[in-house]
Nanobody, 129 residues
Framework: QVQLVESGGGLVQAGGSLRLSCAAS????????MGWFRQAPGKEREFVST????????YYADSVKGRFTISRDNAKNTVYLQMNSLKPEDTAVYYC??????????????????????WGQGTQVTVSS
């Protein structure tokens, strides 16, 4: 079992920045790919970013490309999402998720939420205009 806890959300003005953290316990994250997803009010949860177990492969949703940066520190069992140039449409609850993969899956990532096994409780990000 992996427990994921997100933190770092809050209220920020448009153009501002926030850094989300996702801390894992129960298992080391070295054998897990990680993803960030978000759910805005009245909308379905959507993919934001994903990172391979080694950090060598990263993908972003088009809506956040160039503004958000995902990273991971396997020694600290933590994944981050640096969010810059925030827009009101980024307002959502942000979730991190983990999926265990074989050790040889160095470059595997996933943007599909159904492929993830573990989810955090989410952290609210509100961007005011």
């Amino acid at each position: 079992q992996v427990q994921l806890v997100e933190s770092g959300g809050g209220l920020v003005q448009a153009g501002g920045s926030l850094r989300l953290s996702c801390a894992a316990s129960g298992r080391t994250l070295i054998n897990y790919i990680m993803g960030w997803f978000r759910q805005a009010p009245g909308k379905e949860r959507e993919f934001v970013s994903t990172i391979s177990r080694s950090g060598s492969t990263i993908y972003y949703a088009d809506s956040v490309k160039g503004r958000f940066t995902i990273s991971r520190d396997n020694a600290k069992n933590t994944v981050y999402l640096q969010m810059n140039s925030l827009k009101p449409e980024d307002t959502a609850v942000y979730y991190c998720a983990a999926r265990r993969v074989p050790e040889y899956s160095t470059y595997v990532t996933s943007s599909r939420e159904y492929e993830y096994d573990y989810w955090g409780q989410g952290t609210q990000v509100t961007v005011s205009s």
